[in-house]
């Protein structure tokens, strides 16, 4: 059997969030859901369990940690 990984992506630019999932189900990963905020990636990954997070290092102008 070939488990597909399970992708939780992080990104606030919508069109750059839709090539990353279109980019990854090519390569045949499962792409759970693509979020926008810190909030949403906790509760997506809390209730998905996704192998992955593939984030933006910047979200809405800032960079992570600041």
């Given at each position: 059997?070939?488990?597909k990984v399970k992708v939780l992506v992080v990104e606030d630019e919508s069109i750059v969030g839709i090539?990353?999932?279109q980019t990854l189900?090519?390569?045949n990963y499962q792409v759970l859901d693509v979020v926008k905020t810190g909030e949403d990636t906790i509760k997506k990954?809390?209730?998905n369990k996704p192998d992955?997070?593939?984030r933006d290092?910047?979200?809405n102008g800032k960079n992570i940690g600041d």
């Open positions: 059997m070939n488990k090539d990353l999932k189900i090519k390569l990954a809390i209730e992955a997070i593939l290092i910047m979200l």
